[in-house]
């Protein structure tokens, strides 16, 4: 089975400030991928970024990294410099090497002006 | 630009008719799409996959004869809520791998239901 936890319902920062939401994940899958989806009002879903197993080495894209720390299984989102259009829900999801995706609860992040 | 297209957004029907959402990808093939489900306030549960030109795979728990899944073309997969009922209000959104295994998902915009 595949699980993935937010333990942040809601969150809020300052705008121009950093932020870090929490994930962790539980899969018997040798390989597999993380990504972050974010959903704003509109409620498209958009990638935000996306991290492989295999790679040591933490993803980021631009004001977004993330902290991979795969013996712990974890998976945390950092935001830095927040904008008021980061403001959105965000989910955290692992793809264990079949098709479809896992989905966290999600967090509310509210960026403050 | 967009690369999967969802229609309606937003459609309203009484209870016992059907209601036909369609997810299409707009500058590829797929042969496979997801079919997802958003009650208020929680996550996307992912509800079947989509195969093109064989029947479509179920998750645990949803009905086959309700949520009806035709994946006719490689451009185009319907999901027909059939005979609806008021708990069947929700979002459902249809997403699409583009490349390879484990390649991001493409959301669609979303389908809000709401059965009266």
């Known amino acids: 089975a595949q699980t993935v936890t937010q333990s942040q319902p809601e969150m809020s920062v300052q705008e121009a400030e950093t932020v870090t939401l929490s994930c962790t994940y539980d899969?018997?899958?040798?390989?597999?991928?993380l990504f972050w989806y974010k959903q704003p009002p509109s409620r498209q879903m958009i990638l935000v970024i996306r991290?492989?197993?295999?790679?040591?080495q933490n993803a980021t894209e631009n004001r977004f990294s993330v902290n991979f720390q795969k013996a712990a299984k974890s998976f945390s989102l950092k935001i830095s410099d927040s904008q008021l259009g980061d403001t959105a829900m965000y989910f955290c999801?692992?793809?264990?090497?079949?098709?479809?995706?896992?989905f966290g609860t999600g967090t509310r992040l509210t960026v403050i002006p | 630009g967009a690369v999967v297209s969802q229609h309606p957004s937003r459609v309203i029907c009484k209870s016992g008719t059907s209601v036909k959402i369609e997810c299409r990808s707009l500058?590829?093939?797929?042969?496979?799409m997801f079919w997802y489900r958003q009650f208020p306030k929680q996550s996307l549960m992912l509800m079947a996959t989509?195969?093109?030109?064989?029947?479509?795979?179920?998750e645990q728990g949803v009905e086959k004869d309700k949520f009806l899944i035709n994946h006719a073309s490689l451009t185009l997969s319907t999901l027909t809520v059939t005979s609806a009922h008021p708990e069947d209000s929700s979002f459902y959104i249809c997403?699409?791998?583009?490349?390879?295994?484990?390649?991001?998902?493409?959301f669609g915009n979303g389908t809000r239901l709401t059965v009266t």
């Open positions: 999801a692992s793809s264990p090497g079949a098709n479809n995706l896992f």
């Open positions: 899969t018997s899958e040798s390989n597999y991928y």
């Open positions: 991290q492989e197993a295999y790679k040591q």
């Open positions: 500058d590829f093939q797929a042969t496979t």
């Open positions: 989509s195969n093109e030109g064989s029947k479509a795979t179920y």
């Open positions: 997403s699409v791998r583009r490349g390879k295994l484990n390649s991001p998902l493409h």
